[in-house]
């Protein structure tokens, strides 16, 4: 699992910056130096071009993994250089985002975008395979996902959209049913597709989600 | 409750015309309305289009009630893209109280190809989800299990492409929008006549009236754009050529000969139980195709 991200435009992390003159970066080194959003060289690329526009770069590193606890660690080690800046800018994801802000009173921003979770197929090609819907279907679909892989989260089939197995959204994407069909068939299981699902439940877990592991004398009542 | 007209005409075996009619972007009627008086003693009903390819407009519900003051027999067009299944329902019980008594399902185009690219696409639920929920509101119950205090009766419809390539996946789902309990088809356009027979033959087996779709041709630059980018239409190279042999200034002449040519075709041999036509824009001219096709 990665979460892939995408670099904010340059003009718009101006923008965010505005009346900061001092400035902490903080990247990571899990999904966004993979995605070569957020590792070193784009850190410390994001620092010349800070130091261009004549902003103080009070310090920077890159957290072995931002959404982890061990941040608080790391956040520590730096907490001077964080503390004289006037804001921090993270290239992590979202989830490092929310992680770094609970370790500091300094306004945090991003400078990525968060744009799924994803698998990297082949080096550098990231795909979203999941939206964590809550209710996995993939056993009826054989292995692939309608609800993520479809761009309208068709569970009956395609649309009328699709053509030569290509999606109506983009012609180089594969349809989602086409290959469900495809795999579907292979396995000898084509019922599974002649099969109706009915309306999905969109609130199987209502937003904000959470989830709370009970431990085993919590168990112990019966309770779940 | 009252049967609507178009499912009585579906059932008396007479070969149906159906004709598009498109709102308009803006709140002034005048052109639609003219169409709708043009056309709504010459076919058997009125589709109004959802927003057609993902482009805001003047609602289909309005559409459909502009055709049912003025005496006409509205289809409604409805797409799963902008509406989920609280408002899909309401909008079903508001059109049945207003005498709108035909609906035709659909799953919707996406956003993306719209005009309002940044929109959330809703897809709450598809267009067999869609036809299931209209025979369950029919039966007294909403979706979710409630009872109804009046319900609603709909003559429903769906959508098929019958020149998708690869077939088999249009075909399963066709399957279960009839049992979802759909009763007319108006399928994509087709142009392939010999091909078109082909997909009847199978479906002739499933208990649903058939409406073959019409699309008119108005130029060869159009006729390739619809191989380019249209998914599930082939423009046969014959039928480009044929438009760009009419000359100049005349390609919009040859294709309402060559759309009531195909009706003609159609109805002679019975291929099918109807034609659905789709004159984008152009519905001015759809007397005149009817009176190509002899109808």
Redesign the interface.
């Known amino acids: 699992m990665r979460s892939i991200t995408k670099r904010k435009t340059l003009d718009e992390i101006q923008q965010y910056l505005k009346g900061f003159d001092h400035v902490y970066i903080l990247g990571c080194g899990t999904c966004t130096t993979m995605t070569r959003t957020g590792g070193k060289d784009q850190v410390l690329e994001m620092r010349d071009y800070l130091e261009g526009l004549e902003k103080t770069i009070t310090g920077w590193t890159v957290i072995p993994i931002a959404c982890d606890e061990m941040t608080e660690v790391a956040m520590k080690e730096n907490e001077r250089p964080i503390r004289n800046a006037g804001c921090v800018l993270v290239m992590a994801c979202a989830l490092g985002v929310h992680r770094i802000s609970t370790y500091t009173n300094n306004p945090v921003i991003p400078a990525l975008d968060t744009l799924f979770i994803g698998l990297e197929e082949k080096p550098g090609h990231f795909r979203e395979v999941c939206i964590q819907c809550g209710q996995c279907v993939l056993g009826e679909t054989a292995g692939i996902c309608p609800v993520s892989e479809c761009?309208?989260?068709?569970?009956?089939?395609?649309?009328?959209?699709?053509?030569?197995?290509k999606c109506?959204?983009d012609k180089e994407k594969d349809c989602a049913?086409?290959l469900i069909?495809r795999r579907l068939?292979l396995q000898g299981r084509?019922d599974l597709?002649?099969k109706?699902?009915?309306?999905?439940n969109?609130q199987t877990a209502p937003r904000p989600k959470s989830v709370r592991i009970r431990t085993s004398e919590e168990n112990q009542d019966g309770s779940v | 409750m009252a049967v609507s007209k178009f499912k009585e005409a579906l059932n008396s075996g007479k070969f149906l015309v159906t004709c598009e009619i498109g709102p308009p972007k803006g709140t002034d009627l005048t052109q639609m309305l003219h169409h709708v008086d043009l056309l709504k003693y010459r076919v058997d009903a009125l589709n109004v289009t959802d927003h057609q390819s993902s482009v805001m407009r003047f609602p289909s519900l309005g559409g459909c009630l502009s055709v049912k003051e003025k005496g006409g027999e509205p289809v409604l067009q409805m797409t799963?893209?902008d509406r989920n299944?609280l408002a899909l329902q309401a909008d079903l019980m508001l059109a049945h109280t207003r005498g709108i008594n035909n609906v035709l399902c659909l799953?919707?185009?996406?956003v993306?190809?719209g005009d309002h690219k940044g929109a959330k696409?809703v897809?709450?639920?598809?267009?067999?989800?869609l036809l299931?929920a209209v025979r369950q509101m029919e039966a007294g119950k909403d979706?979710a299990g409630n009872d109804l205090e009046g319900g609603v009766s709909f003559c429903a419809g769906a959508?098929?492409?019958p020149e998708?390539?690869?077939i088999?996946?249009?075909l399963?789902?066709f399957?279960?929008k009839v049992?979802?309990g759909a009763e007319f088809f108006q399928t994509?356009a087709i142009y392939d006549l010999e091909r078109f027979a082909k997909f009847m033959e199978y479906a002739r087996q499933f208990p649903v009236k058939i409406l073959a779709g019409i699309v008119l041709l108005t130029s060869v630059g159009m006729a390739k754009f619809i191989n380019a980018n249209i998914?599930?239409i082939v423009v046969p190279q014959d039928l480009i050529d044929e438009l760009a042999n009419a000359g100049r200034g005349r390609a919009l002449h040859k294709g309402i000969e060559i759309a009531g040519r195909m009706i003609a075709a159609l109805k002679k041999d019975a291929i099918c139980d109807g034609v659905h036509i789709m004159a984008i824009g152009k519905e001015e001219v759809v007397p005149e195709i009817l009176a190509k096709a002899g109808l």
């Open positions: 761009n309208k989260g068709l569970l009956n089939g395609p649309c009328g959209g699709t053509n030569d197995g109506e959204v049913w086409t069909y068939k084509l597709m002649r109706y699902h009915p309306p999905k969109y | 799963c893209r299944r799953t919707g185009d996406s993306i190809v696409g897809f709450d639920l598809d267009s067999v989800q299931r979706m959508v098929v492409t998708a390539t690869p088999e996946p249009q399963i789902k399957e279960k049992e979802a994509q998914p599930g």
